[in-house]
């Protein structure tokens, strides 16, 4: 079972860019690295997936390096409205078999004006 | 709006009371799992049902009693529950199970037993 660590907690300020490194050390080869994000009394929700390299969608761009065992999650130009827990899972995403996704405690990132 | 509702998004519970826990979802979904999540702790995995099986079961006390009707719906039964069991419950689903990704998550129901 993939382990992941990440850093407890943030601080940042509106409009900067903001990275969290996740440290998977473990990574299997069929893994893949989801984030999600959780607001407050709310479930956690999908923000973005990469196997290597760099994926970007609307929101978020999530960088890997060749050898997998850490990813970085980068949120251009914050907001308060980011302020949440930002969570790093790593598990098999190709065939639905194989390693079972684990929440850690996440990392809690607070915006400030 | 997820596309995994829960109902109710809150509840107040004696010790002695029954109560349920509702979840729904109509996104084709073949797995759905109950998730408990304590103040400052990390999310803990309850059940799992995956195509209306229960095939996880991680230690829960058997005050709390999954019960999964079909596909689309997932109920979580809780009778004689301790102060200790308040804390906010999750429902999600995914596509299949095991999942890599695509877990959808409900907003939760914040349960607090007195």
């Known amino acids: 079972l993939a382990k992941t660590t990440q850093p407890i907690s943030m601080d940042s300020y509106e409009g900067q860019e903001v990275n969290i490194t996740c440290s998977h050390n473990n990574i299997a080869t069929n893994d893949y690295i989801t984030w999600y994000q959780q607001f407050p009394s709310q479930g956690p929700r999908f923000i973005i997936q990469?196997?290597?390299t760099k994926v970007t969608n609307e929101v978020a761009s999530l960088f890997i390096p060749a050898d997998r065992k850490s990813s970085t999650l980068s949120l251009p130009r914050v907001s308060l409205s980011d302020t949440a827990v930002y969570y790093c899972?790593?598990?098999?995403?190709?065939?639905?078999?194989?390693?079972?996704?684990?929440f850690g405690t996440g990392t809690q990132l607070k915006v400030e004006l | 709006e997820t596309g995994v509702t829960q109902t109710p998004r809150h509840l107040v519970m004696g010790m002695t009371n029954k109560k349920s826990l509702k979840c729904e979802q109509h996104?084709?979904?073949?797995?759905m799992y109950w998730y408990k999540q304590s103040a400052k702790k990390p999310l803990e995995l309850m059940f799992v049902?995956?195509?209306?099986?229960?095939?996880e079961n991680n230690s829960v006390p058997s005050r709390f009693s999954p019960e999964c009707p079909n596909s689309s719906h997932l109920f979580l039964h809780l009778h004689t529950l301790q102060p200790e069991d308040s804390a906010l419950y999750l429902c999600?689903?995914?596509?299949?199970?095991?999942?890599?990704?695509?877990?959808?998550f409900g907003s939760g129901t914040r349960l607090t037993v007195v």
């Open positions: 990469g196997y290597k």
């Open positions: 999600a689903s995914s596509q299949v199970y095991p999942t890599g990704s695509g877990y959808t």
């Open positions: 899972l790593v598990g098999d995403g190709l065939t639905g078999g194989g390693n079972k996704l684990t």
């Open positions: 049902y995956s195509l209306e099986e229960r095939v």
């Open positions: 996104l084709g979904h073949n797995a």
